[in-house]
Structure formats: structure tokens, C-alpha cells
């Protein structure tokens, strides 16, 4: 479908769910769904306020260093996501997707 290719059948399985919206694994506090074991296990990590990564900038709690990382663009001002149509600069990848879908 995208052309991604994947050395582990499982890898791609969870990859497709991301293109199908198929969230196999529910969260038993908020019912919210995950693509795989691992994400709803993050999720939970965060029900019970498990933030172990932090802002160096602002002090900041985030789940995974990603998550922190994306924060910092806050500070830095970075937008590394640049539309091929207008040009427009988006700090996260997924503003930039709901920007793309506008055109």
C-alpha cells in the first residue's frame, strides 16, 4: 500500500493496522486502542503517572524521550516538516498530514 518494507511479518502487521485504524489492544481505564501490546503498555505508564523523561528547558514530563524531544521544538522554534505544496514549516509530522489533506 505505501511501499514500506519490513524484515519481521509482525513488524508489518502493526504497520498496516496503521493504514487499516485496526487497534486490537484497549485500555481498561479509558478504552482508548493501541496498534500494538507495547503503545498500550506506554499508555498506562502514563494512567499511573510514570513520566520519566524531562525537559531540560521548562522541567516538563513526558512518557518517551520522543515525546520530549517534539516538546523542545516548542522552545528551539525547530519546524522540520515542510509542505511540498505551500511551504509551510510544521514542528509535529502528524500537523503537517491534517495540513496536507487541506489542499
Known amino acids: 500500500e505505501c511501499g514500506k518494507c519490513f524484515t519481521l511479518r ?11 485504524g485496526e487497534r486490537p489492544f484497549e485500555c481498561p481505564e479509558c478504552e482508548k486502542r493501541f496498534v500494538n501490546i507495547s503503545e498500550l503498555r506506554n499508555h ?7 513520566l520519566p523523561h524531562r525537559c531540560g528547558e521548562c522541567g516538563k514530563s513526558f512518557l518517551t524521550p ?15 516538516y515542510k509542505c511540498g505544496e505551500c511551504g509551510k514549516c510544521f514542528s509535529q509530522k502528524q500537523t503537517l498530514g ?6
Open 98 to 103: 491534517r495540513h496536507q489533506r487541506r489542499h
Open 44 to 50: 498506562q505508564k502514563w494512567h499511573k503517572g510514570e
Open 10 to 20: 509482525s513488524t508489518l502487521v502493526v504497520h498496516q493496522r496503521r493504514h487499516t
Open 66 to 80: 520522543t515525546h520530549v524531544q517534539i516538546h523542545q521544538r516548542i522552545h528551539t522554534g525547530e519546524k522540520p
